[in-house]
């Protein structure tokens, strides 16, 4: 891969930080922005050497200073892949109107807060490729996550149109759809439950953070030039779209 500047949201814990070192291996100067563990992020950097960032995502101000910051570290940013996301889970009828804004902020307003600031500098230089790690249940849904499925599903509707606007100016869209993958949230499942969800995969296991980050090296490549508007579903045959 030519030497592009990579920013990466969520980009220091499970699947982001897998996403960060891959593009580093590939040859990418890489941003991994954060907002909440201190720690991890500073182990994170010391362990990789990777430039880590904090901002709020769904805060359209401090992604605005925050790219700013990272343009006048690093340079123009080439690969912009957003992965940010939290859980809120609950029954619709008991979700609250807090679990609902606070996912749709963070997982859908952040696309909105980066890509916007991002767009037009990528547009004119005729060179851009946004990665969107939606999920499994964007498309098939599941039960005590109406409003992750819902942003997850935005992202998708995201990827499409965005992708029809930029075709022409160089710049890909493209949106990831992992299964379930061996993070630290997932392995925090308890035991009997995590068996279940296993015996619903067809090859028998789950998915590892580095398959998901190779999916997203190959589409931040000059080799991927004419694929945009996809969704890539990575779930080991556990649901076929």
């Known amino acids: 891969m030519a030497k592009r500047i990579a920013l990466v949201t969520g980009g220091t814990r499970g699947i982001g930080a897998a996403i960060s070192k891959e593009l580093k291996n590939s040859g990418c100067t890489v941003a991994a922005i954060y907002h909440g563990n201190d720690d991890a992020a500073k182990k994170f950097k010391v362990e990789t050497g990777i430039n880590i960032y904090k901002w709020d995502v769904s805060d359209y101000k401090a992604c605005s200073a925050g790219i700013a910051q990272v343009q006048r ?40 807060n980066m ?80 068996d279940k969800i296993v015996a619903q995969i067809p090859v028998g296991r789950l998915g590892h953070p580095e398959e998901i980050a190779r999916a997203v090296v190959f589409l931040a490549s000059d080799d991927s030039s004419f694929i945009t508007g996809s969704t890539f579903s990575l779930n080991g045959a556990q649901y076929l779209s």
Not at 84 to 110: R, Y
Not at 129 to 155: F, L, P
């Open 73 to 112: 570290d690093l340079g123009s940013i080439d690969i912009l892949v957003n992965n940010a996301g939290i859980t809120k889970d609950a029954m619709f009828h008991k979700m609250t109107e807090e679990q609902w804004h606070v996912v749709m902020e963070t997982n859908l307003s952040s696309c909105f």
């Open 115 to 194: 890509t916007r600031l991002l767009i037009e500098p990528m547009r004119e230089r005729q060179f851009g490729r946004i990665i969107n790690i939606s999920s499994i249940n964007a498309q098939k849904g599941q039960i005590g996550q109406v409003n992750y499925s819902a942003a997850k599903a935005g992202m998708i509707g995201f990827t499409k149109a965005l992708a029809l606007e930029n075709a022409k100016k160089g710049v890909t869209v493209n949106a990831i759809a992992p299964g379930y993958i061996e993070t630290d949230m997932v392995r925090a499942v308890a035991p009997d439950v995590l």
